[in-house]
């Protein structure tokens, strides 16, 4: 059953920050994924955009800060801890200590009042009291509170003062160093920009600039993507009637990327392994200038509708959909294809400051057991492309276990493969991938080239 009929209260007159707390239990009482469940929330009150807008900032900070302001909560708690709390007051505090902490935009007494408001509806005369003083307590010590030492303890200052999991920052420390770690961590704290594929089947890229204009919209060339705009934010993209008209896409820079490191020929025939939702496939199409076939597979039915909806707002007629294991497309469409995209399956942890749970779920056994299912992917797919065709491999992820060690592990079997320069497919690559590239692979980072984490190779099997 769904939790809404649970929760306290009509959802006649709910603040902007009753929603971010409804969120917020859903996500970290109930395990719920934080869009999916602002999407709930949201889609059941009647909040105008800006509150809604106010909401979302809110929850997702919380969310994010999750092992921060449990820790400093629990500075505040004389006698108890943030775990032996009610749930509904445990939300409650961290959507106030988030606000105080996290959200200098938002006046401190006002955080406190509301969230006092918010304990009176979710908890009981008790706990109103708690939550007022552990409030004030936090907003007279949050410029002094005890960090670790960063010398002494680099990884749980980090964690702390970052507001990421432990594990994560000691395999970054070790990958990166202490100054890119802490500027990864800093950039998976700041709001990404808003990046959108201009649809070539319909516009091109000045005159999308010119209607977003027109609608208010201010936007600018991506540095890297050739048919990528950045736009100024904005509130409601989707209700864009450019957005309706399918003259775009959402979608990030690097991801897009992907599509230029394939650059399949019009009339060519592309297999999409691993394709739903359908940004890859979709800009694909617009580079086929929707001539010739792609198959879009994906092992959810549910999730090639999404595929289906995509192309119909895009205008994209050269995709069918195909429901099955991507493992098992190398004997069911054996040496058709001219080139293969194996978007695999990944530990996402490129993208954490899109997804604000995401540095909650994961965790460090999935980096161990993930490059076994992409390399099975590469294995069961492979056979589905012709000689002298086109393989892709990308991820989200900047783990090197799930990006060059698979594939160091699959050349190791496919000695058919090579990788092949990518700098004529991504001409305007930053310099400091350029050597990567011409190896045929590269690894985007957020603290260095301002988009998502994303690793992409290009391959082609011998004749």
């Not at 809110?58 to 092992?67: F, S």
Request: a neutral charge.
């Amino acid at each position: 059953m769904c939790a809404l009929s649970f929760w306290p209260g009509s959802w006649g007159a709910v603040t902007s920050r009753e929603a971010a707390l409804r969120i917020v239990y859903r996500v970290c009482e109930e395990g719920a994924y934080a869009n999916l469940a602002a999407n709930e929330v949201l889609g059941a009150g009647r909040l105008a955009p800006r509150e809604r807008s106010l909401a979302v900032e809110i929850a997702y900070t919380a969310v994010k800060g999750w092992n921060t302001l449990d820790w400093a909560l629990n500075l505040c708690l004389s006698k108890r801890r943030v775990e032996d709390l009610t749930p509904w007051i445990r939300s409650v505090l961290r959507v106030g200590a988030a606000q105080l902490l996290f959200l200098s935009g938002i006046p401190a007494h006002a955080a406190v009042y509301e969230t006092v408001e918010l304990a009176k509806k979710y908890g009981h005369r008790g706990t109103v009291g708690l939550v007022n003083a552990v409030l004030r307590r936090l907003l007279a010590q949050k410029d002094r509170l005890p960090y670790p030492d960063l010398e002494e303890n680099p990884v749980e200052h980090i964690a702390l003062r970052y507001c990421h999991p432990a594990w994560l920052v000691a395999r970054w420390l070790e990958q990166f160093g202490l100054e890119e770690t802490l500027e990864l961590c800093r950039a998976n704290n700041a709001p990404p920009p808003l990046t959108v594929r201009v649809n070539t089947l319909k516009a091109d890229l000045p005159s999308l600039v010119e209607i977003l204009q027109g609608e208010g919209i201010g936007a600018r060339p991506t540095r890297y993507a050739p048919d990528g705009l950045e736009l100024e934010a904005f509130t409601g993209l989707e209700r864009s009637p450019a957005f309706g008209r399918g003259l775009f896409y959402v979608q990030d820079e690097a991801s897009m990327l992907v599509g230029h490191a394939l650059s399949p020929l019009p009339g060519s025939t592309v297999i999409d392994a691993n394709a739903a939702p359908g940004g890859k496939t979709t800009h694909l199409a617009q580079l086929m200038g929707n001539k010739g076939a792609i198959l879009a597979v994906d092992v959810h039915a549910g999730r090639l509708r999404l595929i289906e909806e995509n192309c119909r707002r895009l205008g994209v007629t050269c995709v069918t959909t195909v429901l099955s294991d991507a493992g098992l497309l190398g004997e069911r469409y054996a040496g058709r294809a001219d080139y293969l995209l194996v978007d695999a399956p990944c530990s996402g942890i490129g993208v954490l400051r899109r997804r604000p749970d995401a540095r909650w779920r994961r965790q460090p056994r999935e980096l161990e057991e993930l490059p076994d299912l992409q390399l099975s992917l590469l294995r069961g797919s492979i056979g589905c492309l012709k000689p002298g065709g086109v393989l892709v491999y990308s991820t989200c992820s900047t783990a090197p276990e799930e990006n060059q060690g698979v594939l160091s592990r699959f050349l190791k079997e496919a000695d058919f493969m090579e990788y092949e320069d990518l700098t004529a497919y991504i001409p305007n690559l930053p310099e400091d991938l350029q050597e990567q590239a011409r190896g045929g692979q590269v690894q985007f980072l957020p603290h260095r080239h301002g988009t998502d984490g994303f690793f992409i190779a290009r391959l082609r099997r011998r004749n």
